[in-house]
Every structure is written in C-alpha cells, then in structure tokens.
C-alpha cells in the first residue's frame, strides 16, 4: 500500500528566508509525487508534480521538489519565503496513473515579518 | 473557466440523515474524484467515476456511494450519517484516466454532523 509521511506538522520562518518541507513516500514501482497547497477555506492547488525524467522539478510560485529514490523522500525548497506562503502544504503520491492520490498529514507554514 | 465548482459550501446534518453533495468537473474533464479532508488532516480518497462508472475505490464503508452524469458532474451521497463523518469533501477533475495529467481541486463542501 503506498503512504506518505510529512514529519513536520508546523514550521516557523521568517520572511525571506529558505525553506524545505520534507516528505517521504511509500511505494512498490516508480512513484507519481505531488505538492499541494491549501490556504484557509479554499481547495488544492498543484505546486508541482514527478512522473519521471529529471528529479529536480520546478513549480509554480517560486517552489521546486527534488525526488530521491534512494531515500524515498521528495522535499519541497523556496529559497525566500514571502508573507503570502503561509498555507498548509501537502505531499502526496500516485497510483500508477495518478488517480488515487495518497496524501500526507500535511505541514502548516508560518511566516514571521 | 470556472473551475471545479461543489454545492453547496456548507451543510448540517444531525446523525442517521442522509446527504447528497455536488461537483461539476472543469470544462473539458470527464474524470471525477472524491475525497475526505478531517479537521486537521490530509484528503483521504474515497473513490472515482469515469464513463458514469465507479473505477477506482478506497477504504470506505457502502454508505458512501457516488454517481455521474452524462455531463460528467457527479454526486456524492453518504447514508445514515455519523459524527466522524463530519469534514471537507473535495472533488477533484482530470481529463482522462492516463498519467500524466493533472487533478485540479474544487473548495469543498463541509459538512457538520450534530
């Protein structure tokens, strides 16, 4: 059965920092990786997807994820953090399709002024 | 482009009610998914329609069951309603079972089971 887990549940930075939320994943074949964001009373919204090929990839609104086989994880990075990141941040995988998507508990975001 | 759209935004119920719940896909999706998102905790999927079949389904009770359209918009039903089944349920929409593209999330629907 494939999981993920998001060892963070808050994290803290301060404007204009770097930030890395991890995520690690279990799955039997090569996985389908996702990073969502959810701010308060809304829907999902894709940051970025793995399928295959590269494994830095690059999203929208600054974010990248680096997908590590060996370790199973896939780590979202910003090197500066603005204001309007706060949000919660979830990772998830993919059946072989990407149908059925596994989410993790997710990592509340906050940002310092 | 209006997006994945849910109805309503929010909903009581009290326990052993029976609730319908809303989605129309994204113009040009015909695949829907369901989820459940507890107060602090990541969606857990609830199953899939596509081609007004159930395609895929994850670990949850008969009393959650689903339909589609031929518009493609799909409903969500749950039968003799618990507290623990308060929370946000989202719809999600792809064109296509293949891999490779994209879900893309409605806000959600939350219901509150008294």
């Known amino acids: 059965a494939q999981s993920v887990t998001q060892p963070d549940i808050h994290i803290t930075v301060s404007e204009g920092a770097s930030l890395e939320l991890r995520c690690n994943y279990s799955?039997?074949?090569?996985?389908?990786l996702f990073w969502y964001v959810q701010s308060p009373g809304q829907g999902l919204q894709l940051l970025l997807k793995?399928?295959?090929?590269?494994?830095l990839v690059q999203g929208i609104k600054g974010f990248e994820a680096e997908f590590k086989r060996s370790q199973s994880s896939f780590n979202l990075r910003k090197p500066s953090v603005h204001w309007s990141d706060a949000a919660e941040y979830f990772c998830?995988?993919?059946?072989?399709?990407?149908?059925?998507?596994?989410f993790g508990g997710g990592t509340r975001l906050m940002v310092k002024p | 482009d209006a997006g994945v759209t849910q109805s309503p935004t929010h909903l009581i119920k009290t326990r052993g009610q029976q609730v319908t719940l809303r989605c129309s896909p994204k113009?040009?999706?015909?695949?829907v998914s369901w989820y459940q998102q507890a107060l602090g905790q990541g969606p857990q999927f609830i199953f899939q329609?596509?081609?007004?079949?159930?395609?895929q389904r994850g670990n949850f009770p008969d009393r959650f069951s689903g339909h589609q359209f031929p518009n493609y918009s799909s409903e969500l039903n749950v039968n003799a309603l618990l507290l623990g089944d308060s929370a946000l349920y989202l719809c999600?929409?792809?064109?296509?079972?293949?891999?490779?593209?994209?879900?893309?999330f409605g806000p959600g629907t939350r219901l509150t089971v008294l």
């Open positions: 999600a929409s792809r064109g296509g079972r293949e891999g490779g593209s994209e879900q893309f």
């Open positions: 799955y039997g074949a090569t996985p389908y």
């Open positions: 793995y399928f295959s090929g590269d494994t």
């Open positions: 998830a995988v993919g059946d072989n399709a990407g149908n059925m998507l596994t």
């Open positions: 113009s040009g999706h015909d695949t």
């Open positions: 329609y596509y081609e007004e079949e159930e395609r």
